[in-house]
């Protein structure tokens, strides 16, 4: 009897350690730490919830790479920018747009000196986990009592996130003779939805063994798309004519198509406080807002030349000609670089041009769950709430420190607060695509903000976070 009390006490123990609030030592610099909250005037928390509507914005609009990339230009032409087109636009403090593809894009502001004397680059990625349409999509199911939509994972998300949530669909549709067809269906109030459909309680016994990860199977992320027969046709006849008649197309037009379900729930706010924002696609879409945003807001010309870099695929491999592992940002640079040189350009100019950037790579990253704090490593974790995380890897992967110690002195010197993390060695991790512009020999240090929920349907961030790593990217692209 004795020895299972103590089990009990033991247990009970360990249940309160794993489970305790995260508590940084007081004896250390981070045990002093204040929340970012704590460190506000009244007219900079109106600031914060200022800008976190304006970011709400931004994210009800950009659902995918696509429709981000159609935003951030729109916003960028309503604040000055305009499209290159040719080398004589690239003068101190001209306000530029480079476009790869309508997917991925990089925003300049010319600055006083050279390219060749340096630069300031923000790269991010605006593409998020998702489930494409494949491209024979509608199929029947039941016997032909349901049409569903036949899909295929984007990214890496936890497949149960995904079933009896209401999903749009966006995206486009390319056809033969030549044009281009907007898609969104579910994104208003008036529009219907899709919905993956979870089992019943009453009668899911032979599925309860499944595990975490398996709850749904890939081929099983199929949600339904239509229920009512025609007169003389079948549930999937009556979809496919709905759907080619609403976008003048024909069912082989899905083939050249990129058509994407995401969750239809708008962003919201969270908590009693509204201190939390709520929404689909944080990742990363926070960092690619708050990297334009900040040279939206620029006045003055800069020093150096600022970019914004917001990329595609990043989540699965950063591929394609509208990832980082493309040409795309180097060819940006060597437009703007020859336009400075003149005849005088050759590429040596510019592999100087890079390889004197200073870059921070900006991917949000996980924060300690108060569900789960044993996931983390709470030394060395991100909180909430307590600003701009500086990312450290070790390995190889840490940026050089003497960048790390400029970077410290931008924060330092403009009052913004922030942290550090490191996952648990052989636990945790995470790529951003910074190690691609490294390669350039560009000096690149990886940054974020830490999420709750990340890569789920609804991710949550802390408005003084967002706010704080906007002022944060504005601060570095003015930085010496």
């Known amino acids: 009897m004795i020895k299972s009390t103590n089990r009990m006490l033991l247990y009970s123990l360990l249940v ?5 609030p995260f508590a940084p030592a ?15 005037t009244d007219t900079q928390r109106k600031e914060v919830f200022e800008f976190a509507e304006n970011y709400k914005a931004y994210l009800r609009v950009a659902k995918t790479a696509y429709t981000s990339t159609k935003e951030l230009i729109r916003l960028g032409k309503a604040n000055g920018f305009s499209e290159f087109t040719d080398p004589a636009q690239v003068k101190p403090g001209a306000r530029l747009i480079f476009n790869a593809h309508d997917r991925a894009l990089v925003f300049a502001v010319v600055g006083s ?10 790269g991010t990625h605006h593409d998020s986990p998702h489930i494409s349409l494949k491209g024979r999509p509608v199929i029947s199911a039941a016997g032909g009592n349901f049409a569903l939509f036949k899909t295929i994972i984007y990214g890496g998300i936890k497949k149960y996130h995904w079933g009896n949530i209401p999903l749009a669909l966006v995206g486009r549709i390319d056809t033969a003779d030549g044009r281009i067809i907007d898609v969104s269906i579910g994104t208003k109030p008036e529009d219907p939805v899709f919905v993956i459909p979870d089992n019943a ?4 016994t032979d599925l309860r063994s499944r595990t975490y990860q398996n709850v749904f199977a890939g081929e099983e992320l199929n949600p339904v798309v239509g229920s009512v ?5 079948s549930v999937v006849a009556e979809v496919l004519r709905h759907l080619t008649t609403m976008y003048n197309i024909k069912e082989e037009d899905f083939v050249s198509s990129e058509l994407s379900l995401v969750p239809a729930t708008p962003p919201m706010d969270v908590g009693i406080d509204k201190g939390l924002v709520g929404a689909y696609g944080q990742d990363d879409r926070l960092s690619t807002y708050c990297a334009v945003r900040s040279l939206l807001d620029m ?9 914004a870099y917001a990329s595609n695929f990043e989540e699965v491999g950063s591929v394609n000609n509208s990832g980082a592992s493309s040409e795309f940002l180097n060819s940006a640079y060597a437009y703007l670089t020859a336009a400075q040189r003149g005849t005088a350009y050759n590429d040596l100019d510019l592999r100087k041009a890079l390889s004197k950037a200073q870059v921070v790579s900006a991917d949000t990253n996980d924060g300690v769950n108060p569900i789960f704090p044993q996931s983390s490593e709470a030394t060395n974790a991100a909180r909430l709430g307590y600003g701009a995380t500086i990312k450290l890897y070790r390995q190889g992967f840490n940026a050089n420190s003497e960048l790390i110690a400029k970077i410290r002195n931008v924060l330092d010197k403009n009052a913004i607060p922030w942290q550090t993390q490191t996952p648990k060695v052989e636990v945790g991790g995470g790529g951003t695509i910074g190690g691609f512009m490294s390669q350039q020999e560009m ?6 903000v830490p999420l709750l929920s990340m890569h789920a349907t609804f991710e949550m961030s802390s408005k003084v976070d967002v706010w704080n790593f906007y002022r944060f990217m504005a601060a570095f692209y003015q930085s010496n």
């Open 113 to 122: 000196e050279p390219l060749l004397n340096g630069s300031r680059l923000v």
């Open 299 to 307: 006045k003055t010309t800069p020093r150096y030349t600022a970019l």
């Open 201 to 204: 309680p009453h009668s899911d």
């Open 16 to 20: 309160c350690f794993l489970t305790a």
């Open 443 to 448: 000096d690149v240090i990886d940054m974020g």
């Open 229 to 233: 027969p025609g007169d003389k046709s």
């Open 26 to 40: 007081q004896d250390s610099v981070w045990g002093t730490k204040r929340s970012g909250w704590q460190l506000l």
